[in-house]
C-alpha cells in the first residue's frame, strides 16, 4: 500500500486559514451593508433597496370631513365650532402618527390598528361631533344629522389601487365630455413611513414622463357676449420668506392649522390671527400698493435629504413636510372675465380657496390641481400625477379659481357655498354673479425626478396633511380680496372693455375672446385645463366652490375669529422684508400676461393657494380646471383632465429612526468584529511562530 505523503495542515496553518476566513467574512460583510444603505436616500427621497417597500396593512387613514357637511353654522357657534374642526384635523395627523410608527406592532398584532388606532380615533371624534352638536343647541339651531355617523375612520390598505380615473385614461387620454370619475376614496401605492422628520411619500406612481402623456387638454370655441379683458398684479415669487403653516380662512386663532407651510405674497400680515384690520393695515409685496390681497399656496419641496429651517417643527418636518423648499422663479397672478357677460366687483375681503387639500382621502371630486412642464401645458394637464419635465423644462402648478358669486357673502360656513364655478356654458346659475376670475400660474426649476426599479429618486412635492401622503391632487390655492375699491374698480372697467392692464399700463382691447379658464401660458391658452388661449367653461355656479374644509372656517361675515393657540408666520430665507413701494409703481409691460407661444412659456408666472376638501354639487365642466363631479354631487376637474391612472402597484416605504437604523447597520457592525477577531488571531499567530 501506497504511503500518503501529503502534509496534512498544522495547528498554525488552521488558526492562519480561520483567521483569514473571518477577515475575508467580516470584509463582505461590511461591503454588502455599505452598497445596500448607499442607495438609500435620507428623508424619503429614494428607497432603492426596495426592501423596505409596505407590501401590507395600513397605508393611511381616511376619515369623513365633518367641516364639508357644516354649510351652515350660527354666527354665534362659529368660533368655537372653527376650533372643534381643527381638533379633528389634529386628531388625524396624531393617528396618523402612530400608524406610521408602529409598523413592527402592527406585523405582530392584526388588530393592532384596530384596536389602538382607529378605535380609540373613533372615540375621540365622537366626543368631539358631540360638543359640535352642543355648540349648536346653544345657538338656538340644530347640527346636520350625518355627521353623527361620521366618528369611524377607516384604514386604506396598501394593496388599494386607485382604477383609471373617468375622462383621463392609461396615459392620460380623455374620455368623452362629461363623464365622472370614480369616488374612489383615494389614490393607490401611498408610501408609509414614521414621522419624525420623513416624509410619507410621494411613490414611483405618483409621477409621469410628461413626453409620454396623451394631449388631454380641450379648448372650447369661443363665445359673444365675453368680458376678454385681463388684469395683471405683480406680488413677487416669496423671495423674502413668508411663511407659515397657519390658514385663517379655514382654522382661524389655530396655529398650525394647515399642518403644512404656505408660501405668502402681496399682503404681509396673514398669520392664523390675522383680521379684516389687520390686513388693511398690512404691508404689500405688490408693485401696486392698492391690492394688499393675500395669495398663498402650500410650498414645494425637493426631497435630496436637505434639512430645511423647519425640519423640526409642527407643520414642517415633524408632519412629513421635508426637504428643500423650492421658490417659484415665476408668480403670474392675472384677473380675466367671463366667457359670456360682463363681470361685477368683487367684495372686499372676499376669500376664495380652490382645490382640495385631503383630495387623497376624499377623492377627487373637488380636485382643481394642475400640473404640467413649460412647452406642454397646451397639451398635457395632470391632476393626480406630478409631471417629469424634459431637458431644459420647468414645472408648473396652475390655478383658475371660482368665477361666480352669490351676490352676498364674502365666506361660508365650509368656504364654498358663497362661490362657484360657471356651468359648462360658462354662465353663472343660481343668480350667482360673474366676478374677475383669478388666476395663478407658478414655475419652478425642479431638478429632474428619476425612477428607478419602481422607486424614485429626488423627488418633489407639495406639502400637505400627512395622511395625505403628499399626493398631487392635493394641491391647492388660497385668496383674499384686500384691493382698494378704487383698484377692483380699475380691474372691472379693464376686464369689461376687453384691455390689457396691470404691470405696464393699459394695452388694446384683446383681440381673442377668453373663455372661462385661468392662464397657464401655454401655447394659445390662458387655462390650467387647457392651456390655450381660449378660457374653459366652468361647472355650474349653483355648485359650491371649493373651500379647505379640512380645516375650521371662518364665520359667513368673513371676518377671522381671533384666539386659539398660537400663528404668527415665519420669515425664512435672507430675513430680508418685501420691496414696499411708496407710491404704485407701473411694471414695465403687461405682455408677460398675454398668451405666449411653447417657447416662451418659460417667461410666465403663476401661482397657488389652499383648497379643500368640501363636496359641491353640480356637474362637470367640458373643459375648466374647475372641479367635476362625483357620486356626492362634487365636480371634476375640468378640461377633461381626471386623475391619471397609477403606474406602480406597490407603496414605498423610507426607513429611519434610531432603532430601525441600528437595524440596517448591525451587519456591518459584525463584519467589523470579524475582521478585527480575525486580524487579533493572524497577530497572535504571528507572534507564535516567531
Given at each position: ?85 381643527a381638533t379633528l384635523d389634529k386628531q388625524i395627523t396624531d393617528a396618523y402618527a402612530r400608524l406610521a410608527s408602529t409598523r413592527q406592532a402592527q406585523t405582530d398584532d392584526p388588530g393592532y390598528v384596530q384596536n389602538a388606532i382607529l378605535g380609540p380615533l373613533k372615540d375621540n371624534r365622537a366626543a368631539v361631533i358631540d360638543r359640535i352638536k352642543g355648540e349648536y343647541q346653544q ?8 355627521i353623527g355617523d361620521m366618528a369611524a375612520c377607516t384604514g386604506m390598505p396598501a394593496d388599494q389601487a386607485q382604477p383609471p380615473a373617468a375622462g383621463q385614461g392609461e396615459g392620460g387620454q380623455p374620455s368623452a365630455a362629461g363623464q365622472q370619475p370614480s369616488n374612489n376614496g383615494g389614490q393607490n401605492n401611498g408610501q408609509q413611513q414614521g414621522n419624525g422628520g420623513q416624509a ?485 499567530i504571528g507572534r507564535r511562530s516567531v
Amino acid at each position: 500500500m501506497r504511503r500518503n505523503s501529503r502534509r496534512r495542515p498544522t495547528g498554525a496553518r488552521r488558526a492562519t486559514f480561520a483567521a483569514v476566513a473571518l477577515m475575508l467574512g467580516g470584509g463582505g460583510l461590511v461591503a454588502a451593508n455599505v452598497y445596500a444603505s448607499a442607495s438609500e436616500v435620507w428623508g424619503g427621497a429614494s428607497n432603492q433597496s426596495g426592501s423596505d417597500q409596505v407590501k401590507s396593512g395600513t397605508v393611511t387613514i381616511d376619515c369623513p370631513d365633518v367641516g364639508e357637511k357644516l354649510t351652515d353654522v350660527p354666527s354665534d357657534a362659529k368660533p368655537k365650532v372653527d376650533t372643534e374642526l381643527a381638533t379633528l384635523d389634529k386628531q388625524i395627523t396624531d393617528a396618523y402618527a402612530r400608524l406610521a410608527s408602529t409598523r413592527q406592532a402592527q406585523t405582530d398584532d392584526p388588530g393592532y390598528v384596530q384596536n389602538a388606532i382607529l378605535g380609540p380615533l373613533k372615540d375621540n371624534r365622537a366626543a368631539v361631533i358631540d360638543r359640535i352638536k352642543g355648540e349648536y343647541q346653544q345657538a338656538g339651531a340644530s347640527a346636520p344629522d350625518t355627521i353623527g355617523d361620521m366618528a369611524a375612520c377607516t384604514g386604506m390598505p396598501a394593496d388599494q389601487a386607485q382604477p383609471p380615473a373617468a375622462g383621463q385614461g392609461e396615459g392620460g387620454q380623455p374620455s368623452a365630455a362629461g363623464q365622472q370619475p370614480s369616488n374612489n376614496g383615494g389614490q393607490n401605492n401611498g408610501q408609509q413611513q414614521g414621522n419624525g422628520g420623513q416624509a410619507a411619500g410621494p411613490v414611483a406612481s405618483d409621477f409621469v414622463d410628461i413626453t409620454t402623456v396623451q394631449p388631454n387638454v380641450q379648448k372650447p370655441a369661443p363665445q359673444s357676449g365675453a368680458s376678454t379683458g385681463e388684469f395683471v398684479t405683480k406680488c413677487g415669487v416669496n423671495a423674502n420668506g413668508n411663511h407659515n403653516t397657519d390658514n385663517v380662512i379655514v382654522a382661524p386663532g389655530v396655529k398650525n392649522g394647515a399642518h403644512h407651510l404656505h408660501d405668502y405674497v402681496g399682503n404681509q400680515s396673514n398669520d392664523a390671527f390675522a383680521t379684516n384690520d389687520t390686513f388693511a393695515a398690512a404691508q404689500t409685496s405688490c408693485e401696486n400698493q392698492q391690492d394688499k390681497s393675500s395669495y398663498y399656496w402650500p410650498v414645494v419641496r425637493v426631497q435630496d435629504g436637505t434639512q430645511d429651517f423647519d425640519q423640526n417643527n409642527d407643520g414642517g418636518g415633524k408632519e412629513g413636510n421635508v426637504g428643500k423648499i423650492l421658490v417659484a422663479k415665476e408668480a403670474d397672478i392675472k384677473f380675466v372675465g367671463s366667457p359670456t357677460s360682463d363681470v361685477v366687483a368683487m367684495p372686499r375681503f372676499l376669500r376664495i380657496i380652490t382645490g382640495d387639500a385631503k383630495a387623497f382621502t376624499n377623492g377627487p371630486g373637488n380636485a382643481n390641481a394642475h400640473w404640467s412642464c413649460t412647452g406642454f401645458e397646451d397639451k398635457a394637464q395632470l391632476t393626480d400625477k406630478y409631471p417629469i419635465c424634459p431637458q431644459g423644462s420647468q414645472v408648473v402648478r396652475s390655478f383658475a379659481f371660482q368665477s361666480c358669486w352669490d351676490g352676498q357673502n364674502i365666506d361660508s360656513a365650509n368656504h364654498r357655498t358663497h362661490v362657484a364655478f360657471a356651468d359648462a356654458g360658462g354662465n353663472c346659475q343660481n343668480g350667482f354673479k360673474a366676478i374677475p376670475q383669478l388666476t395663478m400660474r407658478l414655475v419652478y426649476d425642479v431638478p429632474q425626478p428619476t425612477i428607478e426599479s419602481g422607486q424614485v429618486k429626488n423627488a418633489y412635492a407639495v406639502d400637505g396633511f400627512p395622511e395625505q401622503l403628499h399626493k398631487p391632487i392635493t394641491d391647492h390655492d388660497d385668496f383674499i380680496n384686500v384691493m382698494t375699491d378704487d383698484l377692483m374698480n380699475q380691474v372691472v372697467d379693464c376686464i369689461n372693455s376687453g384691455r390689457q392692464c396691470g404691470g405696464g399700463g393699459d394695452q388694446p382691447p384683446a383681440t381673442q375672446t377668453p373663455t372661462s379658464e385661468p392662464s397657464s401660458g401655454g401655447d394659445a391658452s390662458n387655462a390650467p385645463g387647457s392651456g390655450g388661449g381660449d378660457q374653459a367653461s366652468e361647472p355650474p355656479a349653483g355648485t359650491p366652490g371649493n373651500g379647505e374644509t379640512s380645516a375650521p372656517g371662518t364665520g359667513d361675515t368673513g371676518a377671522p375669529a381671533a384666539g386659539g393657540a398660537g400663528g404668527g408666520s415665519h420669515h425664512h430665507g435672507g430675513g430680508s422684508t418685501p420691496k414696499v413701494y411708496s407710491t404704485p409703481k407701473a411694471a414695465a409691460s403687461d405682455t408677460a400676461a398675454v398668451p405666449r407661444s411653447a417657447s416662451d412659456d418659460n417667461s410666465g408666472q403663476g401661482a397657488g393657494s389652499e383648497q379643500t376638501s368640501s363636496a359641491g354639487d353640480n356637474a362637470p365642466s367640458t373643459a375648466a380646471p374647475a372641479e367635476s363631479q362625483t357620486s356626492s354631487g362634487s365636480q371634476t376637474p375640468a378640461g377633461g383632465v381626471a386623475p391619471s391612472a397609477p403606474v406602480q402597484t406597490e407603496p414605498q416605504a423610507v426607513t429611519g429612526g434610531l432603532a430601525e437604523t441600528g437595524a440596517h447597520l448591525w451587519p456591518a457592525a459584525a463584519g467589523g468584529v470579524l475582521v478585527i477577531v480575525g486580524f487579533l488571531l493572524l497577530r497572535r499567530i504571528g507572534r507564535r511562530s516567531v
